[in-house]
């Protein structure tokens, strides 16, 4: 101990002599890299490896039974646009605009697509090269807000106004254009999307120095090289934002045809409509059998019947290997339980255990934000891979989980009868025969573990795993240098041949199948990249094979009734695996809920909601789970509703908030989930809503006959790319959020009906009766405060008097998304009457011009409030008995028909 305070000592004068010029080189990094090539580094994050010269072919992707509709038609006209020497002009004549300009000549058209979308390659003068960077030329627009990597496992939002401080790893990004006072029509909007072509994945860069954008194109292996790449980037313009970016998708996809799929081509799991518990935040690796047992039945007895289980991480066999010990199933050691931020990303670690408080801060404050070519960082990882490593590598073995890796297909000995607890297939029987779980998901890394198949395992030798280490690009390391000291970086990882890679798959998820289980989450998969140098291909390609290989086990093994893989790709947000997506349709949408990070939470929101706006063109976007105890709770519960997403929480047994529960649950465990991933609205989608200081969160989505929006005050909170952590910049200002039917994409008015909508307000209870382009009355939002918006066309009949009286479904106002619960609506059964399908579940609220007559419930004459001031008609529609009792039928909660007679 004496020894590391004395080194530590040592770099923390170093760094006080360099800190000024660390910051210096971060704040030149993007203009270096956009004029050199990538290179190459000896690092990792914990993954498995493949290799083979000869990758297989995946078969199409099956079409699904019936197709979710899109929020947009096709009634958004596309914009005339072409490359016209060395710029891109969007529009003719007097409105023409070059949105880029100074493009460099190696940078080419190689298709045009009747829906005006262009497709770049890039071209070089001679030679070949394994990583090139190309001037995009100067970005001419009025704002942009993209997606960029910020963690090798996820991305989050980015806003500016130029090219210049686009960050490295950028993936998507969509541009406003600059409007004119004396240019009519409509607003534009251009999407660029880089892609992934066989062994090349492209991204985007600014450059400081010459504030230009940087098209970057790397196989990240020095091995695979190219004079050319035909398709890097997808360039797609329209007058509506969501249009742009949905016609972005669908020509990359065409374009890159049997590389992915979009959501529209794709079932989703049934199990996204049912209410859900995973065991991650309630007891980290710790699971076992009792516990799973535990908080199932908690929260059954608390009136919330979880219908779908995921048993995390926590349940496989693993070991160390290569310390001395041969890795089976018989010697394999538990999971280590510790701080969630260590345990879920390896995005850093708790040095206070390996050398103190005064280790941990100095690292937190100087190594963690210091850039990956600053001498801070070289001098660090010259102590991680000198001084330090075996240090290092004793705190990854004995407290975290990074260097363990697989030894058995098989469960450990926690899920194998051990101590009188049930194995895993008597666990899932339980748990299906006596709790009423209809879907129990375990989780597993892509690579098998955290550091992947144990070379030393008997049970895997039939696979021949080989240590491997890998080589993350200089983009990779500019983003997380940590991963050049993790435990991968330090040892390697366990590795398998592409050939076995369907085995090992097969293994797994046979096992699994055995057992009763119904599906998958992988995670850990956008760690394979840096593993992907050495097989002759490109990374890029050499990951699309082991997803391939992956999708194709799980639609084998996993696919449920309505024709869905059961799978949720987790820790995924890179191009090279989001672009490989053929069958499996659901995506974790952003970074984890972080209980114990106070910074996080508003962030969380942020994330989830800007990232749907790419992500939900790929898949069912998945916002995590959250706690309902939590002192954030009602917010993430608010976003939920919104989001489109599953509900599922993850609450210690006995630790339930059932006031939060019940705003997005119904009983018998269904959930009225929205039909579209949730995403930002068009008046906020261009603000950086946790910096600006004044623009609230809203995100929009739609329902069978309603739609909603929610406005949050995330404002205050952030991920710091600079300090590589979430920080909290400032208490929030209060912000003044408002909504509009507007907020609403394709939501019309009713048939017949004028262009009025009834906008009710769940915190307020307010109800405004509005046309398409008003807005209900400001209302102020402190920190962390929210409201949700239910806005429903308003229809008329003519009372039997002759007068007319207007009405609209507002739906459970018991839940934060009332309006999910209208499934059906007409006129009803005479001429002065109006009926509603609705969902039982408790009070249900209607907005009507004058009281009604009577009210009928599945034509039985009852009791109704009406509150003439506010002009809401209340019904109760308490829940059936089946529901009640918590038998949740295949075909959802039950239904009423409710008739008001004027």
């Not at 270096?32 to 000896?42: E, I, K």
């Not at 892509?446 to 039939?462: F, Q």
Request: with cysteine; hydrophobic share 40%; charged share 25%.
């Amino acid at each position: 101990m004496v020894a590391l305070t004395a080194m530590t000592a040592t770099v923390l004068v170093l760094q006080l002599v360099v800190q000024g010029a660390a910051f210096r080189v971060q704040a030149q990094r993007i203009g270096s890299f956009a004029s050199s090539p990538t290179r190459l580094s000896r690092a990792s994050p914990g993954a498995f490896v493949m290799t083979s010269t000869q990758p297989t072919t995946a078969p199409p992707p099956a079409k699904p039974a019936a197709k979710p509709s899109e929020p947009e038609g096709d009634d958004v006209p596309a914009l005339p646009m072409d490359k016209i020497d060395d710029r891109i002009i969007v529009g003719t004549g007097s409105d023409a605009h070059a949105v880029l300009d100074g493009i460099a000549h190696e940078v080419t058209v190689t298709a045009r697509r009747p829906d005006g979308a262009l497709v770049l390659g890039v071209r070089l003068d001679s030679g070949d090269s394994p990583a090139f960077v190309k001037s995009l030329g100067n970005l001419d627009i009025d704002r942009y807000v993209g997606a960029a990597r910020f963690k090798r496992w996820w991305m989050g939002p980015i806003y500016g106004t130029n090219g210049r401080f686009v960050p490295v790893e950028t993936q998507f990004l969509l541009a406003r254009l600059p409007g004119a006072a004396d240019r009519p029509g409509p607003d534009r909007f251009v999407f660029f999307m880089p892609l992934v072509d066989g062994g090349f994945r492209s991204t985007l860069g600014g450059n400081v120095a010459t504030g230009r954008l940087g098209l970057r194109v790397s196989s990240g292996d020095e091995e695979v090289r190219a004079h050319a790449v035909d398709r890097c980037l997808v360039v797609a313009a329209a007058a509506d934002p969501y249009e742009a970016v949905h016609r972005g998708f669908r020509a990359a996809a065409d374009e890159l045809e049997g590389s992915f799929t979009l959501r529209e081509d794709k079932a989703v799991p049934a199990s996204h409509d049912w209410f859900g518990w995973c065991t991650w935040d309630a007891c980290y690796s710790k699971v076992d059998p009792n516990i799973v047992l535990s908080g199932v039945e908690s929260l059954t007895s608390a009136g919330f019947p979880p219908r779908s289980v995921i048993i995390d991480d926590g349940w496989q066999s693993v070991c160390v290997p290569g310390v001395g010990m041969a890795c089976d199933p018989s010697a394999s050691v538990d999971t280590t339980d510790h701080d969630e931020r260590e345990e879920r990303d390896g995005s850093g670690f708790s040095l206070s255990k390996l050398g103190g408080d005064l280790v941990a801060t100095f690292y937190r404050r100087v190594i963690e934000p210091a850039p990956y070519d600053s001498p801070v960082a070289r001098f660090w990882r010259w102590l991680t891979k000198g001084p330090l490593k075996g240090q290092l590598l004793s705190f990854f073995d004995g407290q975290t989980d990074f260097s363990k890796a697989l030894v058995s297909f098989q469960a450990n000995r926690k899920f194998r009868g051990a101590n009188g607890q049930l194995d895993l297939a008597a666990l899932v029987r339980k748990l299906k025969d006596e709790a009423g779980v209809r879907s129990v998901l375990c989780w597993h890394a892509l690579s098998g573990y955290w550091s992947g198949v144990a070379p030393d395992s008997k049970e895997m030798s039939h696979l021949n795993p080989h240590w491997r280490s890998p080589k993350p690009t200089m983009d990779l390391l500019a983003v997380e240098p940590a991963i050049a000291w993790d435990a991968a970086g330090l040892r390697g990882a366990g590795a398998l041949d592409l050939d076995a890679i369907d085995a090992f798959y097969d293994g797994l998820h046979g096992f699994l199948k055995r057992s009763g289980v119904d599906g998958v989450k992988v995670d850990a998969q956008s760690g394979l990249g840096p593993f992907g140098a050495g097989h002759g291909v490109g990374a890029p390609a050499y990951v699309r094979e082991v997803v391939r290989a992956m999708e194709r086990s799980a639609a084998r093994h996993f696919t449920g009734p309505e024709g869905a893989v059961q799978c949720i790709d987790c820790m995924c947000h890179s191009t090279e695996n989001l672009l490989a997506y053929a069958q499996t349709s659901v995506i974790r949408a952003a970074d984890d809920f972080y209980p114990k990070d106070v910074a996080s939470h508003a962030a969380h929101l942020q994330h989830v909601a800007f990232n749907s706006l790419f992500l939900g063109e790929l898949g069912a976007c998945d916002w995590d789970m959250f706690q309902s105890k939590h002192p954030s709770a009602e917010i993430h519960a608010a976003a939920r509703a919104v989001g489109g997403c599953p509900v599922y929480v993850s609450d210690e047994p006995g630790r339930h908030d059932a006031s939060v529960l019940a705003k997005v649950v119904l009983p018998g465990g269904a959930v009225l989930r929205a039909k579209h991933a949730g995403r930002p609205t068009r008046d906020c989608m261009f603000n950086d809503v946790a910096n600006d200081g004044r623009t609230a969160l809203k995100i929009w989505n739609r329902n069978d006959h309603t739609g909603v929006v929610a406005a949050f005050n995330v404002q205050g909170s952030e991920w710091s790319r600079r300090l590589r952590r979430y920080v909290r910049m400032s208490e929030a200002p209060d912000v003044r959020a408002c909504a509009s039917p507007a907020d609403v994409p394709g939501l019309k008015p009713a048939p017949g009906a004028d262009d009025r909508f009834a906008v009710y307000g769940h915190q307020s209870g307010a109800v405004h009766v509005l046309s398409g382009r008003e807005h209900t009355p400001p209302r102020p939002l402190g920190a962390m405060e929210f409201e949700v918006f239910t806005v429903s066309p308003v229809r008329a009949v003519v009372t039997k008097d002759g007068d007319r009286a207007e009405w609209a479904p507002i739906g459970l106002v018991g839940l934060f998304n009332s309006g999910g619960a209208v499934r059906g609506v007409n006129g009803g059964k005479g001429r002065h009457t109006a009926s509603v399908r609705a969902v039982r579940g408790g009070p249900f609220a209607l907005y009507a011009s004058r009281a009604p007559r009577a009210v009928r419930v599945d034509g039985e004459r009852g009791p109704f409030d009406y509150d003439e001031a506010r002009q809401v008609v209340t019904v109760q529609l308490p829940p059936s008995p089946r529901d009640r009792a918590g038998d949740l039928a295949l075909e959802g909660p039950e239904e009423a028909d409710v008739e008001l007679e004027f």
